[in-house]
């Protein structure tokens, strides 16, 4: 069983930065792909980034691309949604998730791929 912990959201304005973390127990941390999802009110659960299990292949919605940067440290079981540039429309509830994955190189953008969820982090960005 995989635990996933998310930490680093909060409210900040326009234009800001913050960086999310989730730590991540139970498994080996190198066998884990990774992603980052988000559910704003009244909407579902969509992808936003990615990583493979080595880092080498990372994946982005459009609607983030240029502003988020998804990185991770296989030493500290640790993996990072930098977001900057933020806007208004990325106000939503964060949440991390993991997948065992057998291939190194894979980046995972389905939520259905995914095995582990993390309990989310919340957003908020004024105007």
Known sequence: QV???????????A???????CA??????????MGWFRQAPGKEREFVSA?????????????????????RDNAKNLVYLQMNALKPEDTAV????AK???ISWRAYTSSTEYNYWGQG???TVSS
Do not use: N, P
């Not at 991540?24 to 792909?33: N, P, Q, V």
């Open 3 to 13: 635990q996933l912990v998310e930490s680093g959201g909060g409210l900040v304005q």
């Open 15 to 21: 234009r800001d930065s913050l960086r999310l973390s």
């Open 24 to 33: 991540a127990s139970g498994r080996t941390f190198s066998s884990l792909a």
């Open 51 to 71: 990583i493979s299990r080595e880092g080498g292949s990372t994946s982005y919605t459009d609607s983030v691309k240029g502003r988020f940067t998804i990185s």
């Open 94 to 97: 964060y949440y991390c998730a």
């Open 100 to 102: 065992a994955s057998y």
């Open 121 to 123: 982090t919340q957003v």
